[in-house]
């Protein structure tokens, strides 16, 4: 074999690899709604969690609903998808969640928002994961969700590599403390009425 073909056979088994990446990292993973909690005087949320390759978003996205039910909330979670729709009316929050891909919002998440249209004053948190780049892939989606007319009423971004950096001390490794503050920030969400 010529050391061409050799070249040859590498450049495409890298264009597959990072093709498949690519197909990984965009594709919707539709799933239905689930009730994390049904009844809660403080008013019904909605997660709209797409998950990474690693548990690492999902992980956030339980934190942040486990704080909500014990801040007496109402909770529901899905995927972002065309299955999803985009029906919001019985919500008072709508939590996004996300990995980061090469500064941005993971496309299923954007996609589902540039769906919803208008947001006329919904109150959003926007909850993104990281190894560490991760302010303009927030900025990114603050800025979407403010065109659309949303309320952020929270925003973290939680990495992997980059320290989590919780206002109180917390044990654990860096993914578990982000996982504690995301808890603790569910916990204490308060919505001005
Ligand atoms: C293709 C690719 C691009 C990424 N780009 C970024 C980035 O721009 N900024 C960042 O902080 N992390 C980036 N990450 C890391 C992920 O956001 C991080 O691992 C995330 O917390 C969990 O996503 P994962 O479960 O899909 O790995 C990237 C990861 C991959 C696979």
Redesign the pocket.
């Known amino acids: 074999m010529t050391i061409l073909t050799i070249i040859a056979i590498i450049v495409v088994l890298v264009a597959l690899a990072l093709a498949g ?2 197909w990984a ?1 965009t594709r919707e993973r539709p799933r239905s709604l689930r009730t994390l909690a049904e009844d809660g005087k403080s008013g019904r949320a909605l997660i709209v969690c797409h ?7 999902e992980r956030i996205a339980k934190g942040f609903a486990l704080g909500l039910q014990r801040n007496g909330w109402a909770v529901d979670q899905i995927t972002p998808s065309r299955k999803a729709g985009t029906g919001l009316e019985r919500y008072d929050l709508l939590v996004l969640v996300a ?6 919002a ?1 496309r299923p998440l954007t996609r589902f928002l540039a769906r919803l249209g208008a947001l006329k004053g919904n109150k959003l948190a926007l909850l ?7 302010d ?2 927030m900025r990114r989606l603050s800025n979407a969700v403010d065109t659309a007319g949303g309320e952020i009423v929270f925003k973290q ?6 320290p989590n950096e919780p206002d109180e001390p917390i044990e654990g490794s860096n993914t578990d403390i982000g996982v504690e503050m995301a808890t603790r920030a569910g916990a204490a969400l308060q919505l001005e009425r």
């Open positions: 990446l690519f990292i998950p990474g390759l690693s548990a690492y978003p990995p980061i891909y090469m500064d941005r993971a993104l994961t990281g190894a560490g780049t991760t303009p892939a971004a939680y990495t992997v590599l980059r």
